[in-house]
């Protein structure tokens, strides 16, 4: 949505033109009814749900194999959807990367995933993401060393993982289609970690895929030190690549892959 008011201003004349050449989103939701359908497939083929209540979300929430996890009208399939977010937020699983350790307790969900499903147990919810350790990050971000090099104004509050200083609204359940403006004008990456289950790959690759541009480069691996790095998808002005064996914070659990991505997305360079 930035780079959409971006690119609105500079064909406006609004102001100092900005010189946007691309975006990059990393484990993003592009819809919330994407990522909610997708989160069960992708809890139930990592083993957090069992055959019987997948069973019975096919029977509750499915017609003729098109399943609906996010809006369901049935309190049977309501039930079955409350039952699976139980396994998939309240017993310890580390949400954000599928094989991280856990490493903050409680745990809490996610109050923007599946808003339309009546919360059956008590889901609370904190600036501290789940699971997710940021003490390191802290401690560095906010040395006078590092503010210092980064050019951090003396003022500027501290760095934290999560903030509510700016409070902002939601206006759109879907960022989709903004996209084939953007494509007109920038380049965009979509990038996931395979691991992360909160904004998961099935969802983005759904999502990259359904914009039905001409594919210039068909999926396969890319490589950082002779190792599978993820895989790729190119298609006109977009691509979409997995990480291999990242979570949510993809630079945080697979640096030197990112650091490839993102010198490879920067400069023009096929992964």
Request: with cysteine; hydrophobic share 40%; charged share 15%.
């Amino acid at each position: 949505m930035l780079a959409a008011r971006i690119l609105k201003g500079n064909a406006n004349g609004e102001g100092v033109k900005i010189n946007l050449e691309g975006i990059a989103v990393g484990n993003g939701i592009s819809s919330f009814e994407i990522n909610d359908n997708s989160v069960m497939y992708f809890a139930y083929y990592h083993g957090l749900l069992g055959n019987d209540l997948w069973s019975r979300m096919q029977t509750h929430c499915c017609v003729n194999g098109v399943c609906n996890f996010h809006d369901p009208s049935t309190l049977s399939c309501q039930n079955d959807i409350q039952e699976a977010q139980f396994d998939i937020y309240n017993t310890g699983v580390n949400y954000y990367g599928m094989y991280n350790k856990c490493l903050s307790t409680p745990q809490r969900t996610m109050s923007l995933l599946f808003q339309k499903i009546p919360k059956r147990y008590d889901h609370k919810f904190s600036l501290t993401p789940p699971c997710v350790d940021a003490t390191g990050a802290d401690i560095w971000l906010n040395s006078a060393a590092v503010r210092s090099a980064l050019h951090i104004a003396p003022q500027a509050l501290t760095w934290t993982i999560c903030s509510d200083v700016l409070n902002y609204n939601r206006t759109v359940d879907s960022i989709i289609p903004l996209y084939p403006v953007l494509l007109n004008s920038i380049r965009a990456l979509i990038y996931n970690g395979d691991t992360d289950l909160a904004c998961n790959f099935f969802g983005d690759q759904q999502f990259v895929d359904g914009l039905q541009r001409p594919v210039k480069v068909k999926r396969s691996a890319w490589y950082v030190d002779g190792q599978v790095g993820g895989f790729v998808k190119e298609y006109d002005q977009i691509a979409f690549t997995t990480i291999l064996g990242a979570g949510h914070m993809v630079p945080q659990d697979r640096p030197a892959p990112a650091y490839h991505l993102f010198d490879c997305f920067l400069n023009h360079k096929p992964l």
